[in-house]
């Protein structure tokens, strides 16, 4: 695994993990990639430093050791949680329009509703036709984890 500092053309920094650096570039050309302040796709990296630990007087633990296995469980965990307070946040604040969701993002967008924050469902096909309109939205996972 990876991580990179990013930048998207709106200035916004974040850090995104990858599995190769091949990986990222695909990512990115398919515009796979987004902004997680405002959702922009023309992402590049950060110029950075390399993360370089000092010498130890002992060896590391070898990869697949307890310690990497309890640091990437504990790295996980906080992933899940980030998630489910999205999720949260969207089930408090937003209404559940359901499979009107492209529908309704369509009529918001173009001023004929209520501007407010909206949850649903949509197709490959409505999702694409959302975007080449240029209505705003983002994808989420669609179940909950429970472990």
Request: aromatic residues 6%.
């Amino acid at each position: 695994m990876i991580v990179y500092q990013l930048h998207c053309s709106n200035g916004h920094e974040f850090e995104a993990w990858f599995r190769d650096m091949a990986t990222y570039d695909i990512q990115v050309k398919q515009g796979d990639v987004e902004c997680l302040h405002c959702g922009d796709t023309s992402v590049s990296k950060s110029i950075m430093a390399p993360n370089i630990s000092p010498a130890r007087t002992k060896a590391s633990p070898p990869k697949g050791s307890a310690d990497s296995e309890a640091r990437a469980y504990e790295v996980a965990e906080k992933i899940l949680e980030a998630i489910s307070a999205i999720r949260n946040h969207i089930d408090e604040n937003c209404d559940n329009v359901g499979a009107d969701f492209a529908e309704e993002a369509r009529r918001i967008h173009y001023g004929e509703a209520e501007q407010r924050g909206i949850s649903g469902t949509a197709t490959e096909d409505e999702v694409g036709e959302l975007d080449e309109e240029g209505v705003e939205f983002y994808r989420l996972p669609t179940s909950r984890r429970k472990n």
